[in-house]
Each structure stands twice: as structure tokens, then as C-alpha cells.
């Protein structure tokens, strides 16, 4: 009521004239608003803890009255002494002013004497030995007890004014590092990479960690410099943040505090147990990472960018300015691709690079979208490009989806597309998810598919432990396409442990693998080929898990797949409903007559065929076409079995092949 009653009378002041009076007027007010700030601060004991008083001696600094000035260090005050004695009992408070006049109007420090201050813990507000907030010069010293001589002790204090606050001592028998350089630069795969130089190497029991955020330290996470070399240099790899939108900071610390302790007591005790652990602490740097995909490169005029989409980012490569050199591709969110993303070659002009790498980044799964009426992907005469849908290229966890949902039969409509004699080339632990629907026997295209347009070929290039199939419920005709020229083989192209499944159409031929005119020399090992639905057929049309259709195509591998069942697992069956001329094949094969194919150790089994489908003589043909072929071998020098056995059925399952007709054909139970 005493501040209220002041502020009437500095305001009531005044003379007739208005604007003098409103001059007065003002300045009154201003006056009254100085004097209740300052009232408020002796008072009400506004203003920042700035000085530590202890009865310790200090040998570095020379002490000023057993009193220092606190240091701001990042969010929080500092001082460090170092004991030039043994003894059993000192003192300590935080207070206002200077070291020359300090003023206790306000102290932090325990409320009641006799509390003993314990070293290397997280002191929380309300700690009967911790920084209490005193109005009045209220209060008791705190006490340090067992102090070593020659020891380091840091005193860490928050610099709340108006509310206790939190500390912590550390003690150390060694003088802390001091950070002469934090260093940020681009690292591969959007990640960052911190270089940290040290006044001198840590000692031991000292940890240097990174810290770092993407919400301003509401949260963080720290990871440990431990490979500290000559020049008491380290490094560390700040991971790329879980996803686009976001400015990332970073800083360096060290502490006495292992990471677990620190960990544990953040998990109790919030974020801000960081500060009082604290030693030492560097700059910072901060990095925004605006879109999804981010692009890092060794050279180039621009080392790391980020994209909207991976048209964006194609395009920038091919450029030749932004990016060159070794460049890795980050997917720190999900891209819906509204045109083809094209990457061409690196070894001509503009673009120039050496190899790309490919991987989602920031621990969650990410899409490449679009519903395009052509490739969502081209690799236009690319080379040494390895997509890997692992985060951070480890492990065996799909992360990646790469989905084109357009249910086009035009040409060249396919998720990924290799063409210009793209080579050397990696696709492994993706889900690539496709709908084209054209002929398999008469279009080019597919979920995955290694196209016409070369001069040399598309060689070299390999598939492996990726889930191939639809987009959705709009199935593909073809799972992979491997078509090529004449002169221009499509050769030593690897199809290895892939689920590849779902492929099917009601109206036209269909296959898992599909490899026609133009390929040669190429293995498919280690495959399953499965259906998870009943797939019907409206018109007779064959469907094959594995189709080489080339008569000029030489030395082929076909081994160890499994076809059937309705699962990777090995469950359930492979369901198909036909019509008149409706068949199903394993493996049909029409190769070339030089190098033979191998068809070694595969296993076709749990397949079930019903429906009206039933053989029939095609012209020229003198046996029935059957609706159920294993292996089919229509042309060409093939060994079958002859190193490994294939397997037909099951000898211990009964009804592993199943097939019953609902016609009157005299050729419904035909079955080879």
C-alpha cells in the first residue's frame, strides 16, 4: 500500500496549463517508476545472483575478500577455485553486488545453519543445503566439508532472481580443459560434424560431450568426443535431425559426470542438470535443415543443401555447381515427387560426381511418392548410386518406401528405372511398390525395371533384400523388367533375396521377375515369389514367378527361390482362379543355345489352381498346354538340377500342388 500510495502522489502532481501538466506529468511518472524498481530490488529482492562468498583461500585468482564474481556461462553462473589447504569446514553464499560491495539484501544459501554441502550432485530447488533464496540478509552459510588441498571446485548456481535456485560443487583433482575452438562442418548423410580443440587432452575421469537439439534444449541428447588426439583435437558426428522444418543447435561440455549419471539425473531432474554438470563449455552452432531431402557433397559451391523433393535434389547434382564430388542424399521427411526425378551420369558434363548414396536419416521411416504415368525414379546413365532404406546403412529394417501408385500400361511407367547404360548401381532393404499394368511380354515397364535405352547396357547393377510389390490394392503386372538391345546387353544384373510378391493381372500375362530380349547373363538367387490374395483371372493368360524370354540370352542363374505360399514365411498358399488358357509357371525359360542356364536347388510348392482352366493343343503344339507347369524349358541349353535339385511339391505335405478344374474338358486334369 506504500508503493501505491507513492505512485498518487508522484502522479497528482501539475499545472493548469495542459501541456506542461502532461509534461510534469510524465516525468513524475518516470521518476516513480525508477524509484519503485529500485524500491523492488532492495525490497523485494529483484536481481541475479553475481557473487560467491566463501572462507576458503584461493591461490588462483588472488582472493578480494573471500568473495568472486559468479561468470555467465551459457544459461547459468561459474566459479572455479582451486583449495590451497586441507580442512574439514568452510563456508559458501551466492548474493547480489560486486566483490568489493556485495550486498546480502538478498542471498542464496541454506535457510538454517549446519547444512553440509554434498560435492558432484545435482542440488534441486528446495534442498535444505542448497542456493534458498533469503530476502533481508535471512539465512546461514552453507558448509563445505573435507576440502583437499589442491583439489578444483566448481560452483555452478542458476541465475534465477526471484526463486531459489539449483547448484551443484564439482570437485576435481584436476583443473578442468577449457574449449579453444568448436568447429562445424557438413558431414555425410545430413549429419554434422563437430570438431572440438581442447586447451589440453582430458584428463582422466574428464568427458567431453556434444549436446544437442532441435526445440532449444527442451530437450537434447549428448554423445561422447572420447578420440581426442595430437593437438588435443576431437570430433564427433551430431546425427541429422528426425525430421525437416527444424534448426538444429549444438554445443560442446565437459564434466566429471559420465553419460549414464547424467542421463539418470536428466531423467529425475530435467534438462537443466546439463548446466550444473557443466566444467567447461564451447560455442555453439546451429544449423537449419528446411526440407526433407538433404543433400551433402565434398565439393561443389554449396557442401550441404536441402530439397523439397528428390526432383530438386536430382536436378541440383546434375547441375554440376551446387554438388560434386562424393555425395550422399538424406530423407529427413517424406517427398510426394510431382514429375520424374532424372540423375544423370557423373562423369559428363555438367553433372560430376563420383558416387551417390541414398538412405532415410533421422530414425523414422520415410516415403518417396508420386502417381506418374512413367518413371518416379531415373537413373539416366547414373553410376556407383547405392539407395539403402536401413538407417544409417546398418541393420535389416526397411525404412524406405519408394511407391509410384499410377495404374498406367504406357511405357516406361515403372518406381525405378535404369536406362543409358546405367551401372553399378544398388537398390537393398527398400520396400519399392509399383501399379503399371502393362503386357509383360510387349511393354517395357514395372516396379522395378531395366530398360531399352542403351548403348552399352545396363550392367552390373543389383537388387537385394528389398519387399517389391503394389502400391496399395492396384496390383502390378510385373514385379522387375530387365529388357535391353541387341548390342546393348542388359547383362551380370543380380536379383538376390528379394520378397517380391503380388503381381498379377486379370487380363494380361504376369511375372515376379520378367527378362526378355536384350538380357543376358544374369542371376536370380534367393528369391521368394508370393501371392497374400486369391488372384482371378478373366482371361487365360500365363502367369510366371520367373520368365527369361530370350533366345539369345546366354548363362543365366535361377536357384534356391522359393514360389508359393502366401507369405515370406512359408504359410498358407499361392490361390489362382482360371479360365481356358490360364497357366501357371514357376519358372518358364526360352534361353540361349552357347553358355547354358543353370536352374539350381528352387522350391515351387503350396500353390492351389481351380476354376474352368483346363489344358488345350495350342496350334503347332502336339501335347496340351497345361494350366500348372514347375519348370518350363521352351528353348535353349539349360541344367537343370544338375548341381542342386530343384523341388516340385512337397514329399511330406499332401496337396502341395493342388489343382481342380470345374470343366468338362477332356484335358482338365493336364498338369506337368
Same mark, same amino acid.
Given at each position: 500500500?506504500?508503493?501505491?500510495?507513492?505512485?498518487?502522489?508522484?502522479?497528482?502532481? +501539475?499545472?493548469?496549463?495542459?501541456?506542461?501538466?502532461?509534461?510534469?506529468?510524465?516525468?513524475?511518472?518516470?521518476?516513480?517508476?525508477?524509484?519503485?524498481?529500485?524500491?523492488?530490488?532492495?525490497?523485494?529482492?529483484?536481481?541475479?545472483?553475481? #557473487?560467491?562468498?566463501?572462507?576458503?583461500?584461493?591461490?588462483?585468482?588472488?582472493?578480494? *575478500?573471500?568473495?568472486?564474481?559468479?561468470?555467465?556461462?551459457?544459461?547459468?553462473?561459474?566459479?572455479?577455485?582451486?583449495?590451497?589447504?586441507?580442512?574439514?569446514?568452510?563456508?559458501?553464499?551466492?548474493?547480489?553486488?560486486?566483490?568489493?560491495?556485495?550486498?546480502?539484501?538478498?542471498?542464496?544459501?541454506?535457510?538454517?545453519?549446519? *547444512?553440509?554441502?554434498?560435492?558432484? =550432485?545435482?542440488?534441486?530447488?528446495?534442498?535444505?543445503?542448497?542456493?534458498?533464496?533469503?530476502?533481508?540478509?535471512?539465512?546461514?552459510?552453507?558448509?563445505?566439508?573435507?576440502?583437499?588441498?589442491?583439489?578444483?571446485?566448481?560452483?555452478?548456481?542458476?541465475?534465477?532472481?526471484?526463486?531459489?535456485?539449483?547448484?551443484?560443487?564439482?570437485?576435481?583433482?584436476?583443473?578442468?580443459?577449457?574449449?579453444?575452438?568448436?568447429?562445424?562442418?557438413?558431414?555425410?548423410?545430413?549429419?554434422?560434424?563437430?570438431?572440438?580443440?581442447?586447451?589440453?587432452?582430458?584428463?582422466?575421469?574428464?568427458? @567431453?560431450?556434444?549436446?544437442?537439439?532441435?526445440?532449444?534444449?527442451?530437450?537434447?541428447?549428448?554423445?561422447?568426443?572420447?578420440?581426442?588426439?595430437?593437438?588435443?583435437?576431437?570430433?564427433?558426428?551430431?546425427?541429422?535431425?528426425?525430421?525437416?522444418? @527444424?534448426?538444429?543447435?549444438?554445443?560442446?561440455?565437459?564434466?566429471?559426470?559420465?553419460? *549414464?549419471? /547424467?542421463?539418470?539425473?536428466?531423467?529425475?531432474?530435467?534438462?537443466?542438470?546439463?548446466?550444473?554438470?557443466?566444467?567447461?563449455?564451447?560455442?555453439?552452432?546451429?544449423?537449419?535443415?528446411?526440407?526433407?531431402?538433404?543433400?551433402?557433397?565434398?565439393?561443389?559451391?554449396?557442401?550441404?543443401?536441402?530439397?523439397?523433393?528428390?526432383?530438386?535434389?536430382?536436378?541440383?547434382?546434375?547441375?554440376?555447381?551446387?554438388?560434386?564430388?562424393? =555425395?550422399?542424399?538424406?530423407?529427413?521427411?517424406?517427398?510426394?515427387?510431382?514429375?520424374?526425378?532424372?540423375?544423370?551420369?557423373?562423369?559428363?558434363?555438367?553433372?560430376?560426381?563420383?558416387?551417390?548414396?541414398?538412405?532415410?536419416?533421422?530414425?523414422?521411416?520415410?516415403?518417396?511418392?508420386? *502417381?506418374?504415368?512413367?518413371?518416379?525414379?531415373?537413373?539416366?546413365?547414373?553410376?556407383?548410386?547405392?539407395?539403402?532404406?536401413?538407417? +544409417?546403412?546398418?541393420?535389416?529394417?526397411?525404412?524406405?518406401?519408394?511407391?509410384?501408385?499410377?495404374?498406367?500400361?504406357?511405357?516406361?511407367?515403372?518406381?525405378?528405372?535404369?536406362?543409358?547404360?546405367?551401372?553399378?548401381?544398388?537398390?537393398?532393404?527398400?520396400? $519399392?511398390?509399383?501399379?503399371?499394368?502393362?503386357?509383360?511380354?510387349?511393354?517395357?515397364?514395372?516396379? =522395378?525395371?531395366?530398360?531399352?535405352?542403351?548403348?552399352?547396357?545396363?550392367?552390373?547393377?543389383?537388387?537385394?533384400?528389398?519387399?517389391?510389390?503394389?502400391? +496399395?490394392?492396384?496390383?502390378?503386372?510385373?514385379?522387375?523388367?530387365?529388357?535391353?538391345?541387341?548390342?546393348?546387353?542388359?547383362?551380370?544384373?543380380?536379383?538376390?533375396?528379394?520378397?517380391?510378391?503380388?503381381?498379377?493381372?486379370?487380363? #494380361?500375362?504376369?511375372?515376379?521377375?520378367?527378362?526378355?530380349?536384350?538380357?543376358?547373363?544374369?542371376?536370380?538367387?534367393?528369391?521368394?515369389?508370393?501371392?497374400?490374395?486369391?488372384?482371378?483371372?478373366?482371361?487365360?493368360?500365363?502367369?510366371?514367378? =520367373?520368365?527369361?524370354?530370350?533366345?539369345?540370352?546366354?548363362?543365366?542363374? @535361377?536357384?534356391?527361390? /522359393?514360389?508359393?505360399?502366401?507369405?515370406?514365411?512359408?504359410?498358407?498358399?499361392?490361390?489362382?482362379? +482360371?479360365?481356358?488358357?490360364?497357366?501357371?509357371?514357376?519358372?518358364?525359360?526360352?534361353?540361349?543355345?552357347?553358355?547354358?542356364?543353370?536352374?539350381?536347388?528352387?522350391?515351387?510348392?503350396?500353390?492351389?489352381?481351380?476354376?474352368?482352366?483346363?489344358?488345350?493343343?495350342? /496350334?503347332?503344339?502336339?501335347?496340351?498346354?497345361?494350366?500348372?507347369?514347375?519348370?518350363? $524349358?521352351?528353348?535353349?541349353?539349360?541344367?537343370?538340377?544338375?548341381?542342386?535339385?530343384?523341388?516340385?511339391?512337397?514329399?511330406?505335405?499332401?496337396?502341395?500342388?493342388?489343382?481342380?478344374?470345374?470343366?468338362?474338358?477332356?484335358?482338365?486334369?493336364?498338369?506337368?
Amino acid at each position: 500500500m506504500k508503493m501505491k500510495t507513492l505512485i498518487l502522489k508522484l502522479v497528482s502532481g +501539475g499545472g493548469k496549463c495542459p501541456v506542461r501538466g502532461m509534461s510534469v506529468m510524465l516525468q513524475n511518472l518516470w521518476i516513480g517508476v525508477v524509484i519503485i524498481f529500485l524500491l523492488l530490488m532492495k525490497f523485494e529482492g529483484f536481481g541475479q545472483p553475481t #557473487v560467491l562468498y566463501t572462507s576458503l583461500s584461493n591461490t588462483t585468482p588472488a582472493s578480494t *575478500n573471500n568473495r568472486w564474481s559468479l561468470n555467465t556461462v551459457g544459461a547459468f553462473r561459474q566459479y572455479r577455485f582451486q583449495a590451497n589447504e586441507t580442512g574439514p569446514k568452510y563456508y559458501w553464499a551466492f548474493s547480489l553486488g560486486t566483490p568489493a560491495s556485495w550486498d546480502y539484501s538478498t542471498n542464496w544459501r541454506p535457510w538454517t545453519s549446519g *547444512n553440509v554441502m554434498s560435492y558432484n =550432485i545435482f542440488i534441486p530447488v528446495g534442498w535444505a543445503n542448497g542456493a534458498r533464496r533469503n530476502t533481508s540478509s535471512g539465512g546461514s552459510d552453507g558448509e563445505l566439508n573435507n576440502i583437499q588441498n589442491g583439489y578444483y571446485y566448481t560452483f555452478n548456481v542458476s541465475p534465477n532472481a526471484a526463486t531459489d535456485n539449483i547448484m551443484a560443487v564439482l570437485e576435481t583433482s584436476f583443473n578442468p580443459v577449457s574449449f579453444v575452438s568448436l568447429v562445424d562442418a557438413p558431414a555425410p548423410y545430413g549429419a554434422r560434424l563437430a570438431t572440438v580443440t581442447l586447451s589440453s587432452t582430458p584428463s582422466a575421469g574428464e568427458h @567431453v560431450y556434444i549436446r544437442y537439439t532441435t526445440d532449444n534444449y527442451t530437450t537434447s541428447t549428448i554423445l561422447e568426443i572420447t578420440n581426442f588426439g595430437a593437438g588435443a583435437i576431437g570430433t564427433a558426428i551430431v546425427p541429422v535431425p528426425s525430421t525437416n522444418g @527444424v534448426t538444429q543447435k549444438y554445443y560442446a561440455y565437459s564434466s566429471n559426470k559420465t553419460k *549414464n549419471q /547424467i542421463d539418470v539425473d536428466v531423467g529425475s531432474n530435467g534438462q537443466v542438470v546439463h548446466d550444473m554438470f557443466t566444467l567447461s563449455l564451447s560455442s555453439g552452432a546451429s544449423n537449419v535443415f528446411t526440407n526433407p531431402v538433404v543433400v551433402t557433397s565434398s565439393g561443389g559451391s554449396t557442401l550441404m543443401n536441402s530439397y523439397a523433393t528428390m526432383k530438386d535434389a536430382f536436378d541440383a547434382i546434375n547441375s554440376g555447381t551446387n554438388h560434386t564430388g562424393t =555425395i550422399t542424399i538424406a530423407l529427413i521427411g517424406n517427398t510426394t515427387e510431382a514429375a520424374t526425378a532424372v540423375l544423370n551420369p557423373g562423369n559428363v558434363a555438367p553433372a560430376s560426381y563420383s558416387s551417390i548414396g541414398i538412405q532415410p536419416a533421422g530414425g523414422s521411416a520415410r516415403t518417396i511418392t508420386g *502417381n506418374l504415368a512413367a518413371p518416379l525414379l531415373d537413373f539416366n546413365g547414373a553410376d556407383v548410386v547405392t539407395i539403402d532404406g536401413r538407417q +544409417g546403412g546398418t541393420g535389416s529394417t526397411d525404412s524406405l518406401t519408394i511407391r509410384n501408385n499410377s495404374t498406367s500400361a504406357a511405357a516406361n511407367t515403372s518406381t525405378i528405372h535404369f536406362m543409358a547404360d546405367a551401372t553399378n548401381n544398388i537398390i537393398k532393404y527398400c520396400n $519399392v511398390l509399383g501399379s503399371a499394368t502393362m503386357d509383360v511380354t510387349t511393354v517395357e515397364g514395372g516396379t =522395378i525395371c531395366f530398360g531399352t535405352e542403351s548403348a552399352t547396357g545396363n550392367d552390373n547393377n543389383t537388387v537385394t533384400n528389398c519387399n517389391i510389390g503394389p502400391a +496399395g490394392t492396384n496390383l502390378p503386372t510385373k514385379g522387375i523388367c530387365i529388357k535391353g538391345n541387341a548390342g546393348a546387353l542388359n547383362d551380370e544384373i543380380t536379383i538376390t533375396n528379394n520378397n517380391i510378391y503380388d503381381y498379377f493381372s486379370a487380363t #494380361v500375362p504376369s511375372s515376379g521377375i520378367y527378362s526378355g530380349a536384350g538380357s543376358s547373363a544374369c542371376t536370380f538367387t534367393n528369391n521368394k515369389f508370393y501371392q497374400t490374395g486369391v488372384r482371378t483371372q478373366t482371361t487365360g493368360k500365363q502367369h510366371a514367378a =520367373i520368365w527369361i524370354n530370350n533366345t539369345s540370352g546366354n548363362n543365366f542363374t @535361377v536357384s534356391n527361390n /522359393i514360389i508359393g505360399y502366401s507369405s515370406p514365411t512359408g504359410t498358407d498358399t499361392t490361390r489362382l482362379v +482360371g479360365v481356358v488358357w490360364t497357366q501357371f509357371t514357376g519358372i518358364c525359360l526360352s534361353v540361349g543355345p552357347t553358355i547354358p542356364t543353370s536352374v539350381q536347388g528352387n522350391t515351387i510348392a503350396a500353390i492351389r489352381i481351380s476354376g474352368s482352366c483346363y489344358g488345350i493343343f495350342p /496350334i503347332g503344339f502336339p501335347i496340351p498346354t497345361p494350366p500348372f507347369i514347375g519348370i518350363e $524349358v521352351q528353348a535353349g541349353e539349360v541344367n537343370i538340377g544338375t548341381v542342386v535339385g530343384n523341388t516340385i511339391g512337397s514329399m511330406s505335405a499332401t496337396k502341395s500342388i493342388n489343382y481342380t478344374s470345374s470343366s468338362n474338358s477332356t484335358y482338365s486334369s493336364c498338369i506337368v
